[in-house]
């Protein structure tokens, strides 16, 4: 049975948990344990919004019914097959970016250091495309690609930054002009080939979910079950690699081998979203920073960023479908969002 105690560390306050009898323990600040909770509250909220709303308005009760598999045929059809698969995705797709963005975020140890600003989330569009246009690839090949392009990427970025080490300033502008270089090739890419595959391709690199169900949900979710308990397992050195190399070599951290480990999980997160629904700017930039100030912690945090990147995808999405009268591509919603919210990150970096 876990067993808790509590104290007060430079005036806040530490609960102390120890499972298995006192031989697993870990500490959970109070307020970091409140904002999980609030975050989770939302996202169910924001669940049970999105399964009730619709062109076809569904009562909360008869959701219910839905999901126990009572109720009328075409309303489990609606509720289980059509908006929980869609929903489902949008958490963990959303889980994913939150994560990558941390992830990226610490390694350069800047606010600006997310995939999509440092080129990866442009490089895993391209294998992507790659795959589409020249093969006419389905998921999985399509899937394959995009995680093939963001780790060109990654490596291609790492070397071009690479001086007597990688400064995460260098590696942020380098990765700002190889994503330029890479989304013009997108485009040329789209604009050379047919029409018909052509359209296809810009809709999904719009970002969407729109036309998606249990087929990709199951997939995914296999691929955040193995990606995302491993990417926990690094969190300990990856805090300590943010103090420094040299202090976390002191401390037993194999800098290279983690490094590596937490660059490929975050290329691997980023790709997986990109071939699932297209490439979705701005919540792995903003996530893990807003996440990281409602918990005033002195640096970003694997699960908090990835609750608040759920969450943040599930607003997107649900305002893209419902605010506007037309269904839109969620990728719209976070570009408007997250570029007002860039540009403010902009000008306050440039202030420092």
Not at 120 to 135: D, K
Not at 201 to 208: D, L, R, V
Not at 315 to 330: C, E, K, M, S
Request: proline share 4%; aromatic share 6%; charged share 10%.
């Amino acid at each position: 049975m876990p067993r808790g105690s509590h104290r007060l560390d430079h005036g806040r306050a530490i609960l102390a948990i120890r499972l298995a009898g006192g031989r697993l323990s870990f500490l959970l600040e109070a307020r970091v344990l409140a904002v999980l909770l609030v975050l989770l509250s939302l996202i169910a909220t924001l669940t049970a919004l999105s399964l009730l709303s619709g062109k076809y308005p569904i009562a909360l009760a008869e959701v219910l019914r839905a999901l126990a598999g009572r109720g009328e045929p075409m309303v489990r059809m609606i509720v289980v097959e059509w908006r929980l698969p869609r929903v489902a995705l949008a958490v963990l797709l959303g889980a994913a970016l939150g994560t990558s963005g941390a992830i990226f975020q610490s390694l350069t140890r800047n606010p600006l250091g997310s995939p999509d600003i440092i080129g990866f989330s442009a490089g895993s569009y391209t294998g992507a495309l790659l795959v589409i246009l020249l093969f006419s690839g389905g998921t999985s090949e399509t899937a394959l690609g995009a995680l093939v392009g963001g780790i060109l990427t990654a490596i291609m970025v790492y070397l071009l930054a690479y001086k007597q080490g990688v400064k995460g300033l260098r590696l942020i502008i380098v990765g700002i002009g190889v994503a330029a270089m890479l989304s013009a090739f997108n485009a040329w890419m789209i604009r050379e080939a047919e029409l018909q595959v052509a359209m296809s391709a810009a809709i999904w690199g719009a970002g969407s979910l729109n036309g998606l169900g249990i087929e990709q949900l199951v997939p995914v979710a296999l691929m955040l079950a193995i990606v995302l308990p491993l990417t926990l397992l690094l969190s300990r050195p990856m805090r300590q690699l943010e103090l420094g190399e040299d202090v976390a070599r002191a401390s037993g951290v194999d800098v290279n081998r983690i490094r590596g480990l937490l660059m490929l999980s975050g290329v691997a997160l980023t790709a997986l979203v990109t071939a699932t629904a297209g490439p979705i700017s701005f919540i792995a930039l903003c996530a893990p920073q807003i996440a990281r100030r409602m918990t005033r912690s002195p640096s970003v945090a694997l699960v908090p960023s990835a609750l608040t990147g759920a969450l943040l995808f599930l607003i997107a999405d649900w305002t893209a479908q419902h605010a506007f009268g037309l269904q839109l591509p969620v990728g719209v919603m976070t570009v408007s969002l997250g570029g007002i919210y860039f540009l403010w990150l902009l000008i306050q970096e440039g202030r420092k």
